[in-house]
């Protein structure tokens, strides 16, 4: 049985002990718990190696459940605790920290990111998912995030590279994520040299591996970049998922070509290693959005949804993974036209879009949520050490998941 360390006989209750001299009276009541915690944790001998649960801690210091449930997560970024739902939260670290391992105070980031569309909805743009939860993941830290779109109808107040530094510093911002558009009539290099001149900390955000040979030039000394691998989630997706299927297709258009021909390839080597028929189906319809009717076209030609009914054979088990969310609706569409139901084969997405998840789509997922507390931890080590960081270049890695909603998943 595990022996709680109860009671916290030492530690003040008063959570207003722990503010520092000069300190706000807006220290959220989470950050003055974890100092508390922390000068308890120094103080426990080796024997001694959980917390008391939520519950507990809650009530010794008159606080929400809420507020226990931060503090503890940030004892758990800091290293000094690991959680599990059996055990609770058990000490792995006990010392206070050093002097050089103090943060440096920081109240702003900037989250930048080139938009070319005139939609700034932030429940149909994964760019705008991703602000949204790196919000909320640092504002548990008290730091604010200001978001700059530098789509193409606003290029003209940002095309100084100057002017983005100057309004970055008034506002008191040194740390920087930036998701580079893929538009040729902006040279966004320029920018990042002037940003780095000003101390500060870019972190470029790709959305897969192929982006970063094609942004490969912009990583300049001191720029880190988080990339989202979907190669080896794919790749775990199909050996998990579809080995024993009887036939796989990857149905693309040629505006996703860039991006779809690594991923197919991914799917031609796993059925040959299984010798399951594979087949790369191109579309040559390009459209998405009729801006006269204001309405989404199809991007799955009937061209390539005859190709595929006519090398499908009924009753198989049949799988067809889709470049893009877009192009699973398309091709659902295309299907419904010819009087085929697009159940009885498995459609798979791409980028898990809000507006078609009515359809229970299994489609692969960017995972914001990683993606935002892997920005987090670059943000972290940087105000620990922003000198060692600005001279140097890392790359952070998180992975794409998958989002099964089939009905009756394969085993």
Known sequence: MIERNLPLKNVPRRLSSFA????????????????????YISELPPEREFLPYEKELAGEFGVSRCTVTKALEKLRRGGYIETSKKSGSRII??????????????QNIAFLFANNEESTARTTDFRWQLLDETERYFAADG????????????WQAWRDPETLAASLEQRGIRFAAFRPGEDRKFSWRPHLEVL????????????????????????????DYLLVNNQESLLRTLQKQFAGFDRIFYL????????????????RDFCEERRIPFEHLHSLYLRLWDDDCRRQLPDIDEACTTRFLETAPVGERIACF????????????????????????EIIGFDNRP????????TFDFDAPAQARALFECCEEFRRAPDAVLRRTRGIMTYARFIDRRSEPIS
Request: contains cysteine; glycine residues 2%.
């Open 20 to 39: 520092a001299d000069g300190e706000s009276r807006s220290v959220p009541k989470y950050e003055l718990l974890k100092r508390a915690l922390l000068d």
């Open 93 to 106: 670290r006990r010392s206070l920290p050093k002097p050089e391992e103090y943060r440096e105070p920081m």
């Open 143 to 154: 730091v604010r995030t200001v978001a700059y779109n530098l789509r193409e109808n606003d």
């Open 196 to 223: 780095c001149k000003h101390n500060i900390k870019v972190v470029l955000l790709l959305q897969d591996c192929a982006e970063l040979t094609i942004f490969s030039p912009l990583l300049l000394p001191g720029i």
């Open 252 to 267: 693309s258009n040629e505006a996703a070509a860039w991006w779809a021909e690594p991923r197919a390839k991914i799917c």
């Open 322 to 345: 889709c470049a893009n969310d877009y192009s699973a609706n398309s091709f659902i569409t295309r299907l419904k036209q010819n009087g085929v139901n697009p159940d009885s084969y």
């Open 355 to 362: 507006e078609f998840r009515s359809l229970n789509l299994s």
